[in-house]
């Protein structure tokens, strides 16, 4: 047994025991916001306990994800997406985070985009809600857009084919520096407004990376947007499997 598979099997079980009674904690606090007679001091108490709590179980679930995926053991499980359903069930969820900043999102087809894919939703869900969170997080006016294109398709049967799609994510925040371009999908590294990378693991971008690239992906990459340094793209390429 190598030392990354010994590692992710100790992490896997650890992950266990301490998600289980956390998930107790998270059920009694949404169980306590429920109840009326409880003044505004005991609510907001209840959702410290309730935001702290969530925060340490996506701690747990990224450690242990990472762990997975360096020790190789991370399954991708494909099947068919509807990809229209999908993209606007990504939508819907940055949509309300970003009109809670008072900021615009919106997602737009660049291309014409096959109806349906086969692919790891799960995992997929995970890449596009990693970046376009980091985006909406670090803009405070402005938009911020997912924007996603067909680029080539590989003929494979008469039933199939592969297609890569590109899914690009514009936004008008702060931007980053070549040096911090350089530690973001590093594990634990985060940049920018100390306040902000409270709100983060520092996980999410380096397991974003690998996920892509254990996907068959070409990996994700940052470059300026063309507001003169203000702001930032992020682009991720993936290969499908395209249903005619």
Same mark, same amino acid.
């Given at each position: &047994? ?93 949509? &309300? ?78 931007? &980053? ?68």
């Amino acid at each position: &047994m190598t030392n990354g598979t010994s590692k992710s099997d100790f992490l896997s079980s650890m992950s266990h025991e301490l998600r289980t009674p956390l998930n107790g904690i998270l059920g009694y606090t949404q169980i306590l916001a429920r109840d009326r007679t409880l003044n505004s001091t005991q609510n907001n108490s209840i959702q410290i306990i309730h935001e702290s709590g969530t925060h340490l179980l996506t701690l747990i679930n990224d450690v242990l994800d990472l762990a997975k995926i360096e020790a190789r053991r991370l399954d991708l499980n494909p099947e068919p997406v509807h990809l229209e359903s999908f993209l606007h069930g990504i939508e819907g969820i940055m949509k &309300m985070r970003a009109e809670q900043k008072n900021i615009l999102f919106k997602y737009k087809a660049m291309s014409s985009l096959p109806a349906g894919i086969e692919a790891d939703e799960k995992r997929l869900r995970q890449v596009l809600l990693n970046l376009l969170g980091n985006s909406v997080k670090f803009t405070e006016k402005g938009h911020v857009y997912l924007l996603v294109t067909a680029l080539r398709e590989e003929s494979t049967d008469q039933n199939n084919k592969r297609v890569y799609l590109r899914f690009e994510i514009e936004d008008t925040g702060v931007g &980053m520096t070549p040096e911090q371009l350089e530690k973001i999908f590093q594990p634990f590294e985060q940049v920018g407004d100390k306040a902000k990378q409270a709100e983060g693991t520092g996980l999410g971008l380096a397991i974003t990376q690998r996920l892509v690239e254990a996907m068959g992906g070409l990996g994700v990459s940052h470059y300026p947007t063309a507001s003169g340094g203000h702001g930032r793209g992020d682009s991720g390429e993936e290969p499908t499997w395209a249903r005619q």
